[in-house]
């Protein structure tokens, strides 16, 4: 990798906070969500999950003994508006200037995501992301996450994956806050795009300091066979999950084959919109766990199906396919005039235990995972794709969404009986490759 590559680590709020109902925080969806029986494995909720807010100084200790020289974490937008827009909580800053200031003292830069899925329950009960008004709360909350913090940060993402606040949310209903209407889910699509574009230009009106970008899961699916209706099938199967949100984000709209599959769908657009979302990033973040296959099938709307595949897989049963990374990575260098991109999450979930000992954790899946991305990752970067940093998910074992907490994407082991930290054998390796002594 080049001298200046960025290795870093990354985690969300909600995840890995805990102290729900500390320090005057407002309740989420996802807290609704967790207390709403069967949608999450177990009824497991985010209440101490890993218990950051309290165990942040150690946590700060941990990353500069592994050498990474950045930590993408995620504000709590309930911290900050409790009730979702009108009154800022006094406390609500506090943690995170705890942090930043941690985290520089140890030589790490703190790469900061605005909005990491837990939308303050209050806006939803007005409508929540198919509601244009949410995108306005959020311009509100993100100027001030700029204001208060824009002193010390210098890279500032608007968007953790809005493919999932909005299809998986409202669509598929597998996250909160756990509905299935596709009018509402595209709706929600918009105003998420929206709410990034007015957050882009908040930020640039306030003269801050820094870049800013923001972070994608794409699906770029893979063609089972050669045969001309695969090829097509791979493309279509791109348009929910790439194009619409990639498109508009660079000039191109809405993709019209995706929509004209769902005549009873119309993107809520209002005159100035898509000028604001297509408004000039500096970075694109890429979160790439696994690649599909498809071919085609006639009888679906967008006429693909996804098909078996060989690859074995991790816990979450994903398939492993490190070289989907280096087709994604090159599917936007090509498509997209993107001046710098980052991997902002990259990782496995494996089935990790404790040793007799109590004390390590071998973890060899996913160091072979790791390494096999990194070498992806490398290859683009010969290829000439501007990928300038990485970001492994996890920094630590958390609350994994709808499967509670079972399953681990850390290179820390959590011990959420008494929460103890305990490096696995992949934060060894990870230490090693960032050292240089380790590469791809």
């Known amino acids: 990798m080049p001298k200046d590559f960025l290795w870093g680590t990354a985690t969300a709020s909600y995840q890995v906070e805990g102290a ?7 309740t989420s969806t996802w807290d609704t969500f967790c207390r709403t029986p069967g949608k999450v494995s177990h009824g497991h909720n985010g209440d101490i999950a890993s218990d950051q807010y309290h165990r942040y100084a150690e946590d700060i200790a941990l990353m500069k003994e592994l050498g990474v020289k950045s930590y993408r974490f995620s504000i709590a937008w309930p911290r900050i508006f409790p ?5 800022q909580n006094p406390k609500g800053f506090d943690y995170y200037n705890r942090l930043i200031d941690g985290l520089l ?12 899925w837990d939308l303050p329950q209050p806006l939803e009960d007005r409508g929540g992301w198919p509601n244009r008004d949410t995108a306005y709360r959020y311009l509100d909350y ?7 913090l824009g002193d010390r940060v210098n890279n500032w993402i608007t968007l953790n994956e809005p493919f999932c606040s909005s299809i998986l949310g409202y669509l598929i209903g597998i996250h909160a806050p756990g509905i299935r209407d596709r009018k509402k889910a595209y709706e929600a699509i918009h105003h998420l795009n929206l709410a990034h574009g007015l957050g882009l230009a908040a930020f640039h009106e306030g003269g801050y300091a820094g870049k800013i970008g923001t972070t994608l899961n794409l699906s770029t699916p893979r063609a089972a066979t050669l045969d001309q209706r695969d090829t097509e099938a791979a493309d279509r199967a791109a348009d ?6 990639l498109d508009p984000l660079f000039g191109k709209g809405y993709p019209a084959r995706h929509l004209s599959a769902y005549p009873e769908v119309k993107m809520p657009i209002v005159d100035g919109d898509m000028e604001l979302i297509s408004a000039p990033i500096d970075f694109l973040g890429i979160n790439y766990y696994s690649e599909q296959v498809v071919a085609w099938d006639e009888q679906h709307p967008e006429h693909f199906r996804d098909v078996p595949h060989y690859q074995a897989e991790t816990h979450m049963d994903w398939p492993i396919t490190p070289w989907g990374l280096y087709r994604q990575l090159m599917f936007v260098h090509k498509n997209y005039r993107v001046p710098q991109l980052y991997v902002t999450e990259n990782g496995c979930a494996v089935d990790d235990r404790l040793d007799q000992t109590g004390t390590r954790c071998h973890d060899r899946p996913r160091i072979d995972y790791l390494a096999d991305h990194f070498r992806a990752c490398a290859e683009a970067i010969k290829a000439g794709v501007p990928l300038a940093g990485y970001y492994l998910w996890s920094f630590i074992d958390n ?3 709808s499967f509670g907490y079972t399953r681990r994407f850390g290179i ?3 011990d959420y009986a008494d929460q103890r930290r305990i490096p696995k054998d992949s934060f060894y390796f990870y230490r090693e490759v960032i050292a240089g002594n380790e590469g791809p």
Do not use: N
């Open 83 to 87: 009730d979702g827009g009108t009154h």
């Open 412 to 414: 820390v082991y959590c």
């Open 105 to 116: 003292g140890a030589g790490i830069d703190p790469a900061v995501t605005v909005y990491h």
């Open 240 to 245: 929910l999950g790439t194009r619409m949100f």
């Open 20 to 26: 729900a109902f500390e320090d005057g925080r407002g």
């Open 142 to 148: 993100a100027k001030s996450c700029f204001q208060a």
């Open 399 to 401: 609350f994994e969404w």
